[in-house]
């Protein structure tokens, strides 16, 4: 069954002290487009989070916003450069030499010179957070994907709809096909007996060029051709698989028949039933843009 490409989907997973949400919106593209928003500090779970993606979607523009909460006791170091501090007090120790003054220094006046001591924190755990991350995907992708094929759902009923009138309007062409043959003869053979009435006429030439002019303005291989397209659509209609873009070939293909026919068939009967399927495809080729 077809899919639609708009959807949304939100997954939220806690352990250990780690919180994540993950939001993904996807909307209709030509091709698949990811973008993940995540905190500057977690950019390196970027690259997993397209890969996990990607697995089940093959198309549309998508948006992931992932927002953590690290909510675990945070361990800090604090770091004394003693190689700097002394270097520091030496030099301070210098210049009360050379001014020829009292060096009065306490140790929290030298801890504040630049660099002498640094807090350290812990390493990020990166697959600990990717863990609690991975299951909020994996329950924002189920929504998502769940919104998508309902969605899908109603737009093949919406396609077989309008299939099957177009196969309707295709019937009562056919009917009328063969009597338009007939009466096309006719009136050409009418028309050029008009023209050439003070003139004698080769009767086996004209009913040759009548015969040929008829062959050229036949609608059959338009018929033939626009009902193979129409049950290609059925089939992929119900296919499994991502199937947008050839769902719209067939569209744009579907609309050249008829326009053919619609330009060799200047008939009171079957130029309204044109109109009635054209009018049929363009609806269908605005709605086959949001296929996946």
Request: charged residues 35%; aromatic residues 4%; glycine residues 4%.
């Amino acid at each position: 069954m077809i899919k639609s490409m708009t959807g949304f989907g939100r997954g939220e997973y806690g352990e250990n002290g780690l919180q994540a949400t993950v939001e993904i919106r996807s909307v209709n593209h030509r091709f698949r487009e990811i973008t993940v928003k995540i905190q500057r500090a977690y950019l390196l779970l970027e690259e997993r989070i397209k890969s996990q993606v990607q697995e089940e979607v093959a198309r549309g523009r998508l948006d992931v916003f992932v927002k953590i909460e690290d909510r675990r006791e945070k361990k800090r170091n604090v770091k004394l450069d003693k190689e700097l501090v002394l270097a520091y007090y030496n030099c301070l120790r210098e210049i009360a030499e050379m001014l020829d003054i009292d060096l009065q220094l306490q140790a929290d006046r030298l801890s504040q010179f630049p660099d002498v001591v640094s807090l350290e924190e812990k390493e990020e755990d990166l697959e600990g957070v990717w863990k609690v991350v991975q299951v909020s995907l994996r329950e924002s992708l189920g929504q998502l994907l769940e919104m998508r094929s309902r969605e899908g759902a109603r737009l093949y009923e919406d396609f077989m709809s309008r299939r099957n009138s177009i196969c309707g309007f295709l019937d009562e062409i056919k009917e009328r096909s063969p009597q338009l043959s007939v009466e096309l003869r006719t009136r050409l053979k009418n028309r050029l007996q008009q023209l050439l009435e003070e003139h004698e006429i080769d009767e086996t030439l004209l009913a040759n060029e009548v015969i040929l002019f008829a062959e050229r303005s036949s609608i059959t291989e338009e018929i033939v051709r626009l009902d193979s397209h129409l049950e290609q659509m059925k089939e992929t209609l119900q296919l499994g698989e991502p199937v947008g873009r050839r769902i719209e070939f067939l569209l744009q293909e579907m609309n050249r028949e008829i326009n053919t026919i619609g330009s060799k068939a200047s008939d009171l009967v079957i130029s309204p039933l044109v109109v009635e399927i054209k009018s049929e495809i363009e609806k269908m080729r605005e709605q086959a843009q949001n296929i996946e």
